[in-house]
């Protein structure tokens, strides 16, 4: 069943690396990249509101980071000039309810680590006016904010939460209304959030750690923080996220998530989970063949159909779109 037919459905991507392989195409003299790249994938997929992750890769860390992030920024506008109308930069949700109805994918911003702010405060707004309204503080590295989540144990020096420069991003984040990301923060960081930050919270791409006990997945008792603070947690397609032992080869990948699903809502209702894919399908093709649940936006079709079988019907549209547009709608 192709899932563009579902015309009124919103299914929405909370975490999607999208404009780093934008601006590795375009730097090669590709144009239309996202129209001729991933356009029919997002479609067949009935995928229509995409949060784009600013994420900045460590060999640019740290005298590059900014420009990279602008560079990023740049490409998606010059894609929206030579694709006119089928994709747009929303800074709401209503602006995005616009977009689907009117056959379009909304895309929104979001920083996976706020490497290119450096330690300067000020940047944080400038990077608002241009249309990011999510912020994730860290990537799995340590920066200027905080200490990150490492995916495997890492020998380095005692880890930390989040440094004071961390705490003025989160009160600047709040005065700005930005939405908060704390999928990728060691758990002290975690906790940190929610101490020093009264804005909305979300995990966009993390899984449960008592279904798959890594150190990137969420714990029960932060689940249910997450969930009294009326956030989302997006349901993570690496498959290191998703179980340690290997999968089953007579069965599909994506009953491994499934179970994440069951764990989530059985723990804090439906109205906490949403899906936050990380899809890699460009820009590591090699890792995502053998490290991802779904090689491609078309794959994660039977998915969604059994998320459609598995819940009633309000839950499932919940799960895969309107939990994440409640959340954004907290944005002026």
């Known amino acids: 069943m192709d899932l563009s037919s579902f015309s009124s459905s919103l299914i929405v991507d909370a975490h999607y690396d999208l404009l780093m392989d934008v601006a590795r195409l375009r730097r090669q003299g590709e144009t239309k990249v996202i129209e001729r790249f991933y356009l029919d994938d997002l479609r067949a997929a009935g995928v229509n509101v995409l949060v784009c992750s600013l994420f900045v890769s460590s060999e640019y860390i740290p005298e590059m980071a900014l420009r990279v992030a602008l560079e990023q920024i740049g490409n998606l506008h010059a894609e929206m000039r030579e694709s006119p109308g089928k994709f747009a930069l929303c800074r709401t949700a209503a602006e995005a309810r616009r977009v689907v109805e009117g056959g379009g994918i909304a895309l929104f911003l979001s920083f996976e680590g706020v490497d290119p702010l450096g330690a300067s405060l000020q940047l944080l707004s400038v990077f608002y006016e241009l249309g990011v309204r999510l912020i994730g503080l860290t990537w799995s590295r340590r920066n200027f904010a905080a200490d990150g989540c490492h995916f495997h144990p890492l020998e380095e020096g005692q880890a930390g939460g989040l440094t004071a420069f961390g705490v003025a991003l989160l009160k600047e984040a709040e005065r700005l209304g930005m939405i908060v990301d704390v999928s990728h923060l060691n758990d002290v960081g975690f906790d940190d959030v929610f101490r020093f930050f009264g804005g909305p919270i979300i995990a966009s791409h993390s899984n449960s750690r008592s279904v798959c006990p890594v150190a990137r997945n969420l714990t029960d008792d932060q689940i249910r923080r997450l969930a009294a603070r009326g956030g989302v947690m997006g349901l993570n397609n690496s498959t290191s996220f998703v179980r340690q032992d290997d999968f089953p080869p007579d069965e599909p990948r994506w009953l491994g998530l499934l179970k994440h699903a069951h764990h989530v809502v059985d723990l804090v209702g439906e109205e906490h989970l949403g899906l936050g894919l990380d899809l890699c399908e460009f820009s590591k093709p090699e890792d995502c ?23 009633p019907a309000g839950a499932a549209r919940g799960i895969l779109g309107e939990n994440w547009m409640r959340v954004l709608e907290t944005l002026g």
């Open 289 to 311: 063949r053998t490290h991802s649940v779904f090689p491609t936006y078309r794959h994660v079709v039977p998915f969604v159909e059994a998320l459609r079988r598995e819940f």
